[in-house]
């Protein structure tokens, strides 16, 4: 008989009583709940007894496996005697059933008595304890209650008074806030209402003025209308132009108006630069070189050359171009043969145009500005290169007048060493005397220092006692003694 099968058939019958014994107690989980925790934890023992069942089922097999080979071997030899022990073995294996089974019932009452009993008993106690939960939740509950309620009112009533205080801050910050906005704003509006104001009146004033100076403009350009309308007055604008620029630049003794040029004649040239020179009709002596200036101002033909560019006419602007040059040629002829006669008056003369416009024209025109100072002697200058050829000459005469005040200059710096050197002496004795006074009175203060040596044991009298015995001396305070005494 293999050695497993005894084991294998114990572990049965074990299995074979927990299954009884599950089934009993799952007819009694129906009648208590403590049953079905047992019921729950019996089943999981036999559970873990199936599994340890299964395993030790698994070992066997197991051994049997290794065995077999022996068991084989060892079957032939013991065959005969388990053929005879097998009767006896029966009768044995009966005999153990039995007593098995007898004490397996008896095992399975003892149980279901045991059973019984802890079931009674822990359903008792479960409902005591299940009692006694209940009072003591419901007490904890009451008291949370009493307590929720409690913190509640006092957290509604901190709350209620915080909203209290929270908007009367914010109606007092409110009523702050509007009465600095409305202050605010007002001033803003002021100010930004009398900035306003002041700009409308100031633009309004700066209207009026233009006006004003627009109808001083429109009354100045028909004034000037009127003058360059007539050919006297156009002489005279150019006149008073010309004039303008010499008062500019030169001083009254550098220039004269309305000079007879040339001896012996009428014509008299408008205006006339003198420069030093000398003449020989009067055996050498200084006499002035004059530089003859006239002003013209051809207004038809300027103005026919101006239409003709606004109406794009070439040959319009052909011919008034033409008909300029040839009125300034003819001014040109007429300046060279009354107001120049070298050596009287320099060898050239300038045509002065008092308007850039007209000048630029007449650069534009080919050769016409060196046709004139070559055939004619004559210099044409607009408003603007007649100031630079003046500043020339100004600078000339700046330094003709330093050349003859050199002489003049070094003389006055000899009388200036000879004065220097009688300062030197003078401030000699000077510092004699300041030596002299500063020794006496370094003998002043050695004599005083003497005095108030001898003078520190004798007590000294009060201001009022001093003033009537010394009334010469004390007259007031910061009053000096008209004489002093004598030492």
């Known amino acids: 008989m293999p050695e497993w099968i005894l084991p294998a058939a114990s572990i049965a019958l074990l299995a074979l009583n927990l299954v009884l014994l599950l089934r009993l107690l799952a007819r009694r989980a129906d009648e208590s709940p403590t049953a079905a925790a047992t019921l729950a934890a019996v089943q999981a023992l036999a559970q873990a007894r199936q599994q340890d069942s299964d395993r030790l089922l698994r070992e066997l097999q ?22 005879a022990q097998a009767g006896e073995a029966g009768r044995t294996q009966n005999e153990q059933i039995d007593s098995l089974r007898t004490q397996l019932a008896q095992a ?51 709350v209620e008074q915080r909203l209290a205080s929270l908007a009367a801050d914010n109606e007092k910050k409110l009523e702050q806030m509007r009465a600095t906005v409305d202050e605010k704003l007002h001033a803003t509006l002021e100010a930004r209402l009398g900035e306003s104001f002041k700009q409308v009146a100031d633009r309004l004033e700066q209207v009026h003025k233009g006006l004003g100076e627009m109808q001083g403009l429109a009354r100045d350009v028909g004034s000037l209308n009127r003058v360059l309308s007539n050919v006297k007055t156009r002489g005279i604008f150019g006149e008073v132009q010309l004039a303008g620029l010499l008062e500019q630049v030169f001083t009254p003794e550098q220039y004269a108006t309305n000079v007879a040029t040339v001896p012996g004649r009428s014509e008299r040239v408008e205006f006339a630069l003198r420069l030093p020179g000398r003449s020989p009709a009067a055996g050498g002596a200084e006499a002035p070189i004059w530089l003859p200036i006239d002003a013209k101002f051809p207004r038809e033909d300027y103005e026919r050359l101006l239409e003709a560019h606004e109406r794009a006419d070439a040959p319009a602007v052909e011919a008034a171009a033409k008909a300029i040059e040839a009125r300034l040629r003819t001014e040109a002829r007429s300046i060279r043969d009354k107001y120049v006669s070298p050596p009287h008056t320099t060898d050239f003369a300038i045509l002065f145009v008092p308007t850039e416009g007209l000048y630029a024209e007449a650069l534009r025109r080919p050769g016409l500005v060196e046709a004139l100072q070559r055939e004619f002697k004559v210099m044409l200058a607009g408003p603007t290169t007649l100031l630079a050829v003046l500043n020339s000459l100004q600078m000339g005469f700046r330094t003709l007048a330093l050349e003859k005040r050199s002489a003049e200059v070094w003389e006055v710096l000899g009388a200036v ?43 000294a009298l009060s201001d009022s006692r001093a003033a009537e015995l010394l009334p010469g001396l004390l007259q007031g305070d910061g009053d000096e003694p008209e004489t002093m005494p004598e030492a």
């Open 108 to 158: 399975q009452q003892r149980l279901g008595e045991t059973l019984g009993a802890t079931l009674s008993q822990a359903a008792g106690q479960q409902v005591q304890q299940l009692q006694q939960l209940g009072e003591q939740q419901g007490q904890r509950l009451s008291e949370t209650r009493q307590t929720v309620e409690h913190r509640l009112h006092a957290l509604q009533t901190a």
């Open 62 to 83: 197991d051994s049997a496996r290794a065995h077999r080979s022996e068991q084989a071997e060892a079957l032939s030899r013991m065959q005969q005697s388990l053929l």
């Open 417 to 459: 060493k000879t004065e220097f050197g009688k300062f030197g002496a003078i401030l000699e004795k000077t510092r004699k005397k300041i030596d002299e006074a500063g020794k006496t009175l370094d003998d002043a203060g050695v004599r005083t220092r003497a005095m108030d040596r001898r003078l520190r044991s004798v007590e």
